[in-house]
Nanobody
Framework: QVELTESGGGSAQAGGSLTLSCAATRSPSRYTNFCVGWFRRAPGKEREGVAALDSNGPVNYADSLKGRFTISQDKSKNIFYLQMNNLEPEDTATYYC???????????????????WGQGTQVTVSS
C-alpha cells in the first residue's frame, strides 16, 4: 500500500515558479523499484501526464513542458518534487502525483500505468 500527499500548490503570476511536493508513505513491499508520475487536470480537460521518474534515475517529460518543469526525488525522505518555472495561465490545473511499483524506462506518462494516487493540489496561474 502506498499513500501519497501532495503539497505546494497555490497561486502564481505568469512567469513565476512553484514547487510541488509529493510525500510517499509505503508499506513494505517485495518490489524495490518504482515510478512516480506527476499529472494534471485542467478545467474541462482530461488528466494528462506531466513528468515521471524511475527510482533508478531516468526521467520523462511531456514534450510541451520540457525545459520548464523538472521532476526530482529525495530518496531519504521519500519526497518527490515538481519544479515548475516560467508558469503560464495554461498551467492552471489540479496536479496529482501517482505511484507504480516496478521500474520502467522511460517512466510512463499514461495514467493507466499507475496504481496509487494522491488527492491533488491546485495550481492557479494568473496573467
Amino acid at each position: 500500500q502506498v499513500e501519497l500527499t501532495e503539497s505546494g500548490g497555490g497561486s502564481a503570476q505568469a512567469g513565476g515558479s512553484l514547487t510541488l511536493s509529493c510525500a510517499a508513505t509505503r508499506s513494505p513491499s517485495r518490489y524495490t523499484n518504482f515510478c512516480v508520475g506527476w499529472f494534471r487536470r485542467a478545467p474541462g480537460k482530461e488528466r494528462e501526464g506531466v513528468a515521471a521518474l524511475d527510482s533508478n534515475g531516468p526521467v520523462n517529460y511531456a514534450d510541451s513542458l520540457k525545459g520548464r518543469f523538472t521532476i526530482s526525488q529525495d530518496k531519504s525522505k521519500n519526497i518527490f518534487y515538481l519544479q515548475m518555472n516560467n508558469l503560464e495561465p495554461e498551467d492552471t490545473a489540479t496536479y496529482y502525483c501517482a505511484w507504480k511499483w516496478g521500474g520502467w524506462k522511460p517512466p510512463p506518462l499514461d495514467e493507466t500505468s499507475y496504481n496509487y494516487w494522491g488527492q491533488g493540489t491546485q495550481v492557479t496561474v494568473s496573467s
